[in-house]
């Protein structure tokens, strides 16, 4: 089983270059999350959906931007790299009316 | 949202209980508590769920305060597949899930 999906899981940046990290899920689940962690530290919620089409931000949302074009996938996406975006990025999706949501097993991004 | 107080870490002996604190006086009434670790160099995983009664899985157990102010996250016989940091959440809307710092669980062999 899938599950939650996470790529790319390794990637380096160059200060002020763009990417997008990809969250796909196979369990057509409503609800997406992206989260951050920094080293010794919980998580931080940076966007969520709730459904395909609809975004909102989290705790920590600057210098981020989402988008939710198909149900079963959230985009990540960094317009300008800065290294304080250095950080293990999760991705997480749950069932409306759950009470579990499911994380991916990380993308490792390192910005110098 | 509601605050979560756990001790930054505990340790515990293989084969042994292993009792998990969390505080959460802030918490409403209709709230409920989640309970997921993460192991190391992995995302977060499900352990466990309530909101007022005392609940049983096959990972572990999970007492609730009669007052909701506190509950417990108990480890029946832990083993050394069991050390990793332990997240105390009570529920937001939207299902979002607050992460604190956690309580890091050290299991010795």
């Known amino acids: 089983n899938a599950g939650v999906t996470q790529t790319p899981k390794f990637r380096v940046l160059k200060t002020g270059q763009s990417m997008t990290l990809l969250c796909a899920q196979d369990m057509n689940h409503e609800y997406m999350y992206w989260y951050r962690q920094d080293p010794g530290m919980g998580l931080r919620l940076i966007h969520y959906s709730v459904g395909e089409g609809t975004t909102a931000k989290g705790e920590v949302p600057d210098g981020y931007n989402v988008s939710r074009l198909k149900k079963q996938n959230f985009l990540l996406g960094l317009e300008s790299a800065a290294p304080s975006q250095t950080s293990v990025y999760f991705c997480a999706s749950g069932r409306q009316g759950a009470n579990t949501i499911y994380f991916g097993e990380g993308s490792w991004l390192t910005v110098v | ?109």
């Open chain 2, 1 to 109: 949202d509601a605050k979560t107080t756990q001790p930054n870490s505990m340790e515990s002996n293989e084969e042994e209980p292993v009792h998990l604190p969390c505080n959460h006086s802030t918490i409403s009434g209709t709230d409920y508590i989640h309970w997921y670790r993460q192991l190391p160099s992995q995302g977060p995983e499900y352990v466990i769920h309530g909101l007022t009664s005392n609940v049983n899985n096959r990972m572990a157990s999970l007492a609730i305060a009669e007052d909701r102010k506190s509950s417990t996250l108990i480890l029946h016989r832990a083993t050394l597949r069991d050390a990793a940091v332990y997240y105390c959440i009570p529920e937001d809307s939207n299902y979002k899930l607050t992460f604190g710092k956690g309580t890091l669980l050290t299991v010795n062999p």
